[in-house]
């Protein structure tokens, strides 16, 4: 039976219903976790259906053992994301037939003795991309790469030191995007190494490494040293007790560059590493293969090299029974049970996992390439393949921090808040744990499970303290997971959750929110334009939760309020002076080292701070970050990044700039027609963008091959869409519809062609959006002077495609027919027409 599809607006219109008219979660929902081919032909019109799909799944996986759950009980645990939350990949990809990828949502690569050559290099540059295309997040570090200038053995005599390697990295995550999801990159180094500066001072330098997160590993040693004003000694071999290079720094003054860069640009994120090795249990096992040397992108899952993870949320805000009243109480017990089933459920993933890395190996197997060519892709997952079943590594996190403490009356950021959430991560880890050996009693334990490598674990032994019993099973039966708890960011998760995310305060309880609109619809209003002259308009959206505060305590939720109104509400509220910029911050890193007691990975948090915050205050944040057991730490301060949420409180604001007649704003989207045509045997397309029905902007170069762009041959037409990146850049998108509605994407058109054909492509869009009559850009395109052949085919292939736009009848100046020697030539349908003697030529 042929299955059923829907069209975007179906699913989207579905999805709007189900999510009570939350046009953000819909479009979430729909274009990043529906189920659809590689052709965007979707299968699913509302999130019932994905929860369907994934409880029938890892139904069939519970068959395998004893007391199998039901599809209708998982299904019921997953229902309007109540319970649990599969993320990311396990939500998109867990019974999805249609494409061949991983569960998996971050991965971290190395290889074994970290060899410092161009090979090695090269080799783990096409390991991050080939798991990339996958849609895994990857990390890596680079300390084994030996210092600038250190002697090498071939023609460059020295080396070039980690910058340039991070650049092509990140250019490598920057060339793979699924679906509009861009690859994601944590690049990590050791302070002890002598680039370290170099690699901090990376990207501050605009356009840089925008490809990936960077994160510097810091030591005890360099705490110590930093915060009393000593020297400290770099060296490489970073772990060498002969190295072959020392060199001894200013700890403080490299600890204030980082603070400097932090409070600048919000990197480089800290990864305190020797708490997180003194606090892993996998490093337990570090001589068997388990020895952490980087973490995924966002940091919450430090991992060893080939070991990989996925991730679950549980929504702590279901758990608050009569949420913000004074009878608010939390289900400890109803919590218990779903923790315990959380953790099954994630072990049933893995189950499911190993499918899919079968699937993988199969498909590379029957690829059409030599084996030469396939042998990297193919032992890359035949080595995950056996960390994953070695170690059974989960990922059980949570969501909704912010909205449970509200909703039990208390305020985020006081010591009874972090005395409550404390009180209920011990909960989960306890509860997590016993279902790990409840599991390894009936499905056996992870292969390598050895209690006396254990015993002085830290976070072992925590666990015997609140639990003498849980450890005496776990010593007796083992466990069937190595380690797994984490706090991921859950960003689109708590879209679609309604609440606030990981362990994160509410933003803001009432925020405005802009949006992109075109400045030349009459029907638009225009609150702010930008320096580009992109034009935003602007509106309220009141956090989910604060408006279930409104309706229990009788509050009519209306979009008239005043802005003294809304600040007198949110003052009645429990999130009153909880919010990200209000909160104290120092409170808020101790309660993440108290929560970060009980989480054996690690957790991944922002400390969103004000514009005006001084950088000895992120100084501060950090040190109080590392003496309280953090195992990393972000900040952002406002505006260091461009962002789309502004306060809704009155502030002396810039006039709106308006959009002045002489000035050109280029809109939103643009219609656009696909040429194609030849040049000396090579495949060349075309998009030139319409305004009005001319030709408005242009973007020419190689098509069909790697070093191009690949459109389907049957696309004569779609839109040119105006988009900006994560990093405040710019690029161009070419959409364009399949014959089921579907729109499909060929992202980043800027990032698509070579760096001279984008320039000389800006030259020409340039004039021809000023009015500059066809006729004239192809006469000023004819006389640009260029020596390469391969921009002489660019400057020909835009010359053949405005040619089509030239009016009817236009005389071809200075040619003659090449059948009667007339000059006699005409433009007709961007045809040469001889009104001679009627010879024609096309192209």
């Known amino acids: ?59 069939r996986i519970e068959q395998k053992y004893p007391n199998p759950l039901s599809s209708q009980e998982l299904f019921d645990l997953m229902k309007s994301f109540r319970y649990i939350v599969p993320q990311g990949s396990p939500m998109s990809g867990i019974g999805n037939n249609y494409q061949v990828g991983s569960l998996s949502n971050c991965f971290v690569i190395g290889l074994d003795g970290a060899p410092d050559s161009y090979g090695g290099i090269i080799k783990i540059d096409e390991e991050q991309v080939q798991l990339m295309k996958r849609r895994g997040g990857v990390g890596h570090d680079l300390s084994h790469i030996r210092p600038k200038g250190s002697p090498v053995k071939n023609s460059a005599l020295t080396s070039t030191g980690l910058v340039p390697f991070m650049e092509r990295y990140s250019n490598s995550t920057r060339e793979v995007a699924q679906d509009g ?42 705490m110590e040293a930093a915060t009393a004003g000593k020297p400290y000694i770099q060296q490489f071999p970073i772990d060498s007790p002969d190295p072959k290079v020392t060199k001894e720094i200013d700890a403080q003054a490299l600890w204030k560059k980082i603070v400097h860069n932090a409070w600048k640009s919000a990197e480089p994120g800290v990864l305190f590493w020797d708490t997180i090795i003194r606090e892993s249990v996998p490093d337990c096992y570090a001589d068997l293969g388990f020895k952490t ?61 190993m499918e899919k890395i079968d699937k993988i190996i199969e498909k590379i197997k029957a690829d059409p390439e030599t084996d030469e060519v396939k042998s990297t892709e193919l032992n890359l997952w035949y080595k995950i393949q056996k960390r994953t079943l070695q170690g059974r590594r989960t990922g059980v996190g949570t969501t909704a921090e912010g909205d449970m403490i509200a909703a039990m009356g208390y ?73 797994c708890l984490t706090i991921a960011p859950t960003g689109t998760t708590s879209l679609m959750t309604q609440t606030t995310s990981g362990i994160e305060p509410v933003f803001m309880p009432v925020y405005r929110r802009r949006r992109k609109v075109n400045p030349n619809d009459p029907a638009v209003h225009i609150d702010y334009v930008d320096e580009t002259g992109d034009a ?13 505060w409104m309706q229990v305590n009788g509050i009519e939720v209306k979009e008239n309020y005043t802005q003294e109104e809304v600040d007198a509400l949110v003052a009645r509220s429990p999130y009153y002076k909880a919010t990200a910029n209000d909160i104290d911050w120092l409170q808020k890193v101790r309660m993440q080292g108290r929560i970060q007691k009980w989480v054996d990975h690690s957790i991944s948090v922002t400390i969103n701070l004000p514009a005006d915050v001084s950088e000895d205050m992120v100084g501060q944040l950090y040190v109080e970050a590392w003496r309280s057991g953090c195992k990393g730490c972000t900040v952002y301060r406002d505006g260091s990044r461009s962002g789309v949420l502004i306060s809704t409180k009155k502030e002396e604001k810039k006039p709106v700039v308006p959009v002045q007649a002489e000035k050109l704003v280029r809109p939103i989207e643009l219609e656009a027609d696909v040429v194609r045509f030849q040049n000396n045997k090579e495949k060349w397309i075309a998009f030139v963008g319409l305004k009005d029905g001319k030709p408005y902007e242009i973007f020419t170069g190689l098509a069909d091959d ?93 010359e053949r495609a405005l040619k089509k736009y030239l009016p009817n009848g236009t005389k071809a100046s ?26 024609s030529r096309c192209g």
Not at 446 to 473: G, T
Not at 824 to 831: F, M
């Open 1 to 59: 039976m042929e299955p059923t599809t829907y069209t975007y607006d179906e699913a989207y219109k579905a999805s709007l219903e189900y999510f009570k008219g939350d046009e953000l979660a819909a479009r979430v929902w729909v274009n990043k976790y529906a189920l659809k081919d590689s052709y965007g032909n979707i299968y699913e019109k509302t999130p019932d259906d994905m929860h369907w799909r994934i409880a029938n799944e890892i139904a």
């Open 181 to 222: 999801r861009r690859g994601a990159l944590m690049l990590s180094v050791s302070i002890k190494h002598p680039d370290s500066e170099s690699f901090i001072d990376a990207k501050m330098v605009e356009g840089r490494v925008t490809g990936a997160n960077v994160s510097v590993k810091i030591h005890d040693d360099f």
């Open 293 to 353: 040397v980087s973490t995924n992108p966002c940091g919450e899952i430090p991992l060893c090299p080939y070991d990989s993870c996925r991730l679950l949320a549980i929504n702590l805000y279901s758990y608050v029974v009569n949420p913000f009243t004074p009878e608010a109480y939390f289900d400890f017990d109803l919590f218990h049970k779903h923790v315990m089933l959380a953790q099954r459920i994630m072990d049933d993933i893995i189950d499911l996992e």
């Open 411 to 483: 305020r985020y950021g006081t010591e009874e808040a972090t005395d409550f959430s404390e009180k209920v991560h011990r909960a989960l880890a306890l509860a997590a744990y016993r279902s790990s050996v409840t599991m390894a009693k009936e499905r056996g334990a992870f292969s390598i499970y050895d209690a006396d490598r254990e015993v002085n674990n830290p976070f072992i032994k925590r666990l015997k303290h609140e639990d003498e019993e849980l450890y005496k099973d776990m010593c007796k039966y083992g466990r069937r997971n190595i380690a």
């Open 536 to 548: 935003f308009e602007e509106y309220v959206v009141y956090h989910h939760k604060f408006i279930t």
């Open 706 to 798: 790697d070093d191009g762009i690949f459109c389907p041959k049957n696309v004569v037409k779609g839109k040119i869409v105006k988009a900006v990146n994560p990093d405040g850049t710019k690029r161009y998108d070419f959409q364009f519809s399949n014959k089921r509605g579907y729109k499909t994407t060929i992202e980043g058109l800027s990032d698509k062609f070579n760096p001279e054909y984008w320039n000389y492509a800006k030259l020409i869009s340039g004039v021809l959006r000023y009015g500059m009559p066809i006729p004239q850009v192809l006469k000023l395109v004819s006389s640009l002077e260029l020596d390469s052949q391969s921009i002489n085919s660019w400057k020909n292939g835009v």
């Open 814 to 839: 200075g040619q003659t027919c090449p059948n009667c020697g007339n000059e006699t030539l005409i433009y007709q349908e961007g045809c040469l027409i001889c009104t001679s003697c009627g010879t």
